[in-house]
């Protein structure tokens, strides 16, 4: 057998040799230097069982001679056809930067190549059971080498490995530390945004990418793409910090890609470096997608500010926000008895701590995109430490408003959150707009959702001024309530009936802590009984606080010792040793065959993925898609019921349909970039693809309705 194999690998290698003897028209390759030359390096001598091993193949060109990248653009890419050698299986070849290079006077041809020498690195993984003794690891490699013309090349290459019950290095070291310093960062370049740059409705479609750097010779080599063939020429343009770059793509497939991988390349210390990345495509009017509800033209960012702004207003009516609503109704009634000057102050107040809060959440999206990483709107109820956070402090303004405990200038450790109930004054105007945001995130209002995946993917100050336009229009019915002190005398008046509206409206505040709290169990599971236990101790510590330590008179001193004790001992106890609330579980994600119901003849649900759309979608089977996540107020009281009706699991199955959820609780990347793709900023959102592939999806209204749905998927079974 061994014999065999290489009669086999000499036969491919001297065809190819004949091959460079009949395009040259010259002397055999076999009289003469060729121009190219290979040879194969090993990293070990010695390897042990289940040891990887890295193998190196090295390329010497002579002066004027090149070969190819992986996507050789114009040319052929250089492949390593490795012999089977028992106990040893090769890796995926790893590419080195490689240079552009253009020719052509008056078409310019784009390839990416190597020239004088080049290393390809393979990893060699050695299996656990292989036998101990000596290998040959042998390959055929295999290239196009140009210089004023184009001839194949190949070499057999090999190299001896010793299996065995140690491992030791090759001289060889700076071989391979020269050659991996070569291989591109797969570390994030950045921050970087793509987007289609022209209608889908062309062969030749560009797209531009903003890359935040400062660095000469930026640019954009493409991996090989199935849907589309990135051309070469790549326009630049200088703004501040950032580059733009422009390329055009030609479709090859049924529809354009929503992503395109590759790398992004930069000049430092005169070398040139590269970072992989994949850029999602966004666009107002993506080609992956058609609109059953806002429309699809391009619109200008004054009407998206619009919509911004009408969002933030709508917000004031959802679930999130209603016990906020109802504790300013109370202010405003109170507020009725004094001075008009007064009462503008505490309404600007008011609007000032919304206007922060969202200043600090665009801050927060700014610096986590800067990071590299994907943002989204309500990312911060995907870090169960704030869920925790938030839910002690909801359970204290309950409590308050109850009239457990009342705030005081001696009650430092609960004023701020006792504040935002009880207290009418500046810093409790301001903390109820605080307040007002935290509770808002969860929800996303029509509108919202469509102007803030507009905003995530433009500048830092574009962000920033759309997170204040929301902020306005949650703001706006409080402001205008204030600034015209007239329109409260539409109020009732002030009474005693205000106490008791005050501890009714303990327990919609009390509903929002409870669910709250039931939004930990994802991170915890079981443990999240501690916070239970922890919320009791509060609750009991408040009520110790205010009954003898506020209301008292005797023994204030040791109630006020049994108070700091219950906080003290219920935090070290339940949350930091039982709960252990700074290591939340890390699930491993059911298969993407998995199928689930939500409830006993609901619909039959499968895990979103890429693969799994493709899949069904190769099928010929309409599919319907909820992004969604367990913190979602809107997704779970308004969309959840829309898409479990009767009519909706009724069409289903009539159109043979499948349905897949994308759950957001936990801020999944995968499900960030994919929301990116349809300019959304959060969920929900749902999506409905066409039994026919060639079709784009259909992306349906942010709160749809059943008769919308139904008439989506009729649509897409056609």
């Keep these: 057998m061994h014999a065999l194999r290489w009669l086999v690998l000499l036969s491919v290698a001297l065809s190819c040799a004949g091959a460079d003897f009949e395009f040259r028209g010259a002397a055999s390759p076999f009289t003469r230097q060729r121009p190219v030359r290979a040879r194969l390096v090993l990293s070990h001598e010695i390897a042990k069982p289940g040891e990887t091993i890295m193998a190196g193949v090295e390329l010497t060109m002579e002066s004027g001679w090149h070969t190819y990248w992986q996507n050789p653009g114009v040319g052929e890419a250089t492949k390593i056809l490795w012999a089977a050698s028992e106990g040893l299986a090769p890796g995926p070849i790893q590419w080195p930067v490689p240079e552009k290079y253009t020719t052509g006077e008056e078409v310019k041809l784009t390839s990416y190549i190597y020239h004088d020498r080049v290393v390809l690195l393979a990893p060699i993984q050695v299996a656990d059971n292989a036998p101990v003794g000596l290998r040959e690891l042998s390959a055929l490699v295999k290239w196009l080498q140009c210089e004023k013309i184009c001839v194949p090349g190949s070499n057999l290459v090999s190299a001896m490995l010793t299996i065995g019950n140690e491992s030791k290095l090759t001289d060889e070291t700076n071989f391979f530390a020269q050659a991996q310093s070569r291989l591109p960062s797969k570390q994030g370049p950045g ?417 979103w993925s890429a693969a799994n759309v493709t899949k069904f979608r190769a099928e010929g089977r309409p599919i319907l898609v909820d992004f969604t996540a367990e913190w979602c107020v809107t997704c779970n009281t308004v969309v959840k019921p829309a898409l479990e009706s009767a009519s909706v699991r009724a069409k289903l199955k009539e159109v043979n349909a499948v349905a897949l959820l994308a759950d957001y609780t936990k801020f999944p990347p995968a499900i960030s970039a994919e929301l990116e793709k349809y300019q959304r900023a959060g969920v929900p959102m749902v999506l409905v693809y066409p039994k026919d592939a060639s079709k784009p999806a259909i992306v349906l209204p942010e709160l749809p309705t059943p008769g919308v749905i139904v008439q989506a998927l009729e649509a897409a079974s056609k």
């Design 191 to 607: 921050t970087v945004s793509a987007k289609w740059d022209q209608p889908p409705n062309v062969t030749n479609r560009a797209f531009v990418i903003e890359w935040s750097t400062a660095a000469t010779g930026p640019d954009f080599f493409p991996f090989t793409n199935a849907f589309a063939k990135v051309g070469g020429p790549t326009a630049v343009a200088n703004t501040g910090s950032n580059v733009v770059l422009r390329k055009t793509a030609t479709r090859d497939g049924p529809e354009w890609p929503r992503e395109i991988a590759g790398l992004l390349v930069r000049k430092e210390n005169g070398l040139l470096v590269g970072f992989e990345t994949t850029l999602q495509l966004a666009d107002a009017n993506f080609a992956g997608a058609t609109s059953a509800g806002v429309g699809g033209e391009t619109k200008s960012i004054f009407v998206w500010l619009v919509y911004a702004f009408l969002g933030g207003l709508i917000l004031n009516i959802m679930p999130c926000v209603l016990p906020v609503i109802a504790l300013k109704i109370l202010g405003f009634v109170s507020q009725s008895r004094e001075q008009p000057g007064r009462v503008r102050t505490l309404g600007l107040l008011y609007t000032l701590g919304v206007v922060v809060s969202f200043l600090v959440l665009a801050g927060l999206v700014i610096g986590v995109k800067a990071a590299g990483q994907k943002a989204g709107w309500g990312m911060q109820f995907s870090n169960p430490q704030f869920i925790i956070v938030l839910t002690v402090i909801v359970t204290l303004v309950a409590l308050n408003l109850f009239g457990v405990f009342e705030v005081t200038l001696s009650g430092r450790a609960v004023s701020a959150a006792g504040d935002v109930a009880s207290r009418h004054g500046g810093a409790g105007a301001f903390m109820n707009g605080v307040l007002a945001t935290l509770l808002a995130t969860p929800c996303t209002a029509p509108f919202l959702g469509a102007a803030l995946g507009f905003a995530f993917v433009q500048p830092a100050p574009v962000i920033a001024l759309f997170f204040v336009t929301v902020a306005l229009g949650l703001a706006l019915p409080y402001l205008l309530l204030s600034w015209n002190p007239r329109w409260l005398k539409f109020l009732p008046k002030p009474g005693a009936w205000m106490e008791r509206f005050k501890i009714a409206m303990g327990f919609p505040m009390l509903a929002t802590a409870v669910w709250l709290f039931t939004l930990t169990n994802t991170h915890y599971g079981k443990r999240v009984w501690w916070l239970g236990v922890f919320l009791v101790a509060v609750a009991m510590a408040v009520w110790i606080f205010g009954e003898f330590v506020q209301r008292g008179t005797k023994r204030r001193g040791l109630s006020l010792a049994l108070v700091l004790l219950l906080f003290g001992g219920g935090y070290l106890y339940a949350v930091e040793k039982q709960l252990r609330w700074r290591s939340p579980m890390v699930e491993a994600e059911g298969g993407e065959s998995e199928t689930f119901q939500e409830a006993p003849g609901g619909i039959v649900w499968r895990r």
